[in-house]
């Protein structure tokens, strides 16, 4: 059984992936690492916590020894438009904790699991069925740490053996906790306003395509991958997976068809649209399915059902 350590545990995937950990592992057996509020409701009852700072190396190894730990999930990591307004932030939370888990896993010879991200690719990436193996140049300082990050963890699994794994999570999809400062953030958001009953303001231009993934695949992905047979593995860091790909007016339909009043307005994002506009419109992800058996149960009209009743129930709307 394995004893793993989140690290970064209150962000959008934190929250959804420590439970599904305690489900699948034990409650005793995830330790939920947490650096700042706001802390999801009942967070410190779910199961241990400890206080961990992703930047401080001592801290994570700390809670590794103590708790006797074997896989980390490091999912520390500052968002690609927060993170092009502070361009250091960024890459000292990304990369900083990033470092130091590699090396504590290294000592205590853990596995480590780190999203990386659509953000990996850039401009002159194919922007189609974006293959595998392709151009990473990302010109985001976000796309910049993820790209960096793959080569790390690649690096040590060949240098040193620690087994990293990672995918390139395309926007997540979620009800429980709000990412932050995200390009993909918009088809959260939309969701909110429309169950709330308020017109939404989209930042992304009608016609820009990229991947999305509901949260309970994103979950199941890390978890498949992090259970893998290392034989089967041709990659490591890190695998494309993708769930859809819609631009704003899809999405909107889709909402549309639960609640026809719903309506949207665009104002553009100049910094989000550049950023998108620089990301794949679809990404190629037979490898993920042909070396760990990758495969997503939720489409754009499954998703926006189970989103609707969700939120529906969280804030007892009526429209
Ligand atoms: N959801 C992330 C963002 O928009 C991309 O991985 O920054």
């Known amino acids: 059984m394995r004893k793993i350590l989140i690290v970064g545990s209150t962000g959008q995937i934190g929250s959804e992936l420590s439970q599904k950990l305690r489900s699948?592992?034990?409650?005793?057996?995830?330790?939920?690492?947490h650096f700042a509020p706001p802390y999801p409701e009942?967070?410190?009852?779910?199961?241990?916590?400890?206080?961990?700072?992703?930047?401080?190396?001592?801290?994570?190894?700390?809670?590794?020894?103590?708790?006797?730990?074997d896989t980390i999930y490091n999912l520390a990591a500052i968002l690609s438009a927060t993170a092009e307004k502070n361009?250091?932030?960024?890459?000292?939370?990304?990369?900083?904790?990033?470092?130091?888990?590699?090396?504590?896993?290294?000592?205590?010879?853990?596995?480590?699991?780190t999203p990386s991200s659509i953000g990996a690719f850039g401009p002159d990436?194919?922007?189609?069925?974006?293959?595998?193996?392709?151009?990473?140049?990302?010109?985001?300082?976000?796309?910049?740490?993820?790209?960096?990050?793959?080569?790390l963890s690649d690096y040590y699994f060949q240098r040193w053996g620690v087994d990293t794994r990672s995918v390139r999570f395309p926007g997540l999809i979620s009800s429980l906790t709000l990412p932050?400062?995200?390009?993909?953030?918009?088809?959260?958001?939309?969701?909110?306003?429309?169950?709330?009953?308020?017109?939404?303001?989209?930042?992304?231009q009608a016609g820009t395509?990229?991947?999305?993934?509901?949260m309970p695949d994103a979950l199941d992905a890390a978890i498949q991958l992090m259970e893998a047979d290392p034989s089967r593995l041709k990659h490591r860091n890190s695998f494309n997976v993708t769930a859809m790909s819609f631009d704003p007016?899809?999405?909107?339909?889709?909402?549309?068809?639960?609640?026809?009043?719903?309506?949207?307005?665009?104002?553009?994002?100049?910094?989000?649209?550049?950023?998108?506009?620089?990301?794949?419109?679809?990404?190629d992800d037979s490898c993920a399915r042909?070396?760990?058996?990758?495969?997503?149960?939720?489409?754009?009209?499954?998703?926006?059902?189970?989103?609707i009743n969700i939120l529906k129930l969280k804030y007892g709307n009526t429209h």
């Open 125 to 151: 990436t194919p922007h189609t069925k974006t293959p595998q193996d392709t151009v990473q140049r990302p010109n985001t300082i976000y796309g910049i740490t993820k790209v960096t990050g793959e080569l």
């Open 249 to 283: 007016e899809m999405l909107l339909k889709a909402i549309q068809k639960h609640l026809p009043g719903f309506g949207m307005t665009y104002e553009i994002d100049p910094l989000k649209q550049a950023i998108a506009d620089s990301w794949p419109d679809s990404m």
């Open 290 to 307: 042909e070396e760990w058996d990758w495969n997503p149960q939720f489409d754009l009209d499954t998703m926006t059902a189970d989103m």
């Open 87 to 113: 361009p250091a932030l960024g890459w000292n939370v990304g990369i900083g904790s990033l470092m130091n888990c590699l090396d504590v896993a290294k000592e205590y010879r853990c596995a480590v699991f």
């Open 42 to 69: 009942g967070f410190f009852d779910a199961g241990p916590t400890v206080q961990v700072d992703a930047t401080d190396k001592n801290q994570i190894a700390e809670a590794v020894k103590h708790y006797q730990i």
């Open 209 to 214: 395509f990229m991947d999305m993934m509901y």
């Open 180 to 204: 932050g400062g995200g390009t993909t953030d918009y088809a959260v958001e939309i969701y909110y306003k429309a169950v709330q009953g308020e017109k939404f303001t989209c930042p992304i």
């Open 24 to 33: 699948v592992y034990g409650k005793d057996n995830v330790v939920c690492g």
